[in-house]
């Protein structure tokens, strides 16, 4: 039985929606992983920058839940901050804003920053 081209497009876009959604999450380096997140900025530490991280929900990737999309951005500012050589990280703001849909609670956009330390071990 031969498969008409649309249900094969429908196929193979669902395949392809699958793998990108089940890999979507920001692996974390080598370094990243040794970054830890505080509650409260050090002063006993050297402050050595800022990162920053944005998603738009929807657009690489199906719609998520809020908590995956700030661990993806918590991953992302990890990445970073070990890229400048801190080994903390003070996430200083996190915001988002709703999809313009009256009938939906999803994130639509997501920022987070974040200040970066060097603590001696």
Known sequence: MKLNNSIRHIVALFIVGATLSS???????EEAKKV???????????SIG?????DRNGITQPYESHPYLYQE??????NKAAELGGNRLFIKSHRYNLKNDKDSDLIDEHFLK????????
């Open 23 to 29: 890999c979507a999450n920001i692996p974390l380096s």
């Open 36 to 46: 830890v997140v505080v509650k409260n900025p050090l002063k006993s530490c050297k």
């Open 50 to 54: 800022v990162v920053s991280a944005y």
């Open 73 to 78: 951005g918590i991953n992302v500012l990890k």
């Open 114 to 121: 974040g200040d970066v330390y060097l603590c001696s071990k």
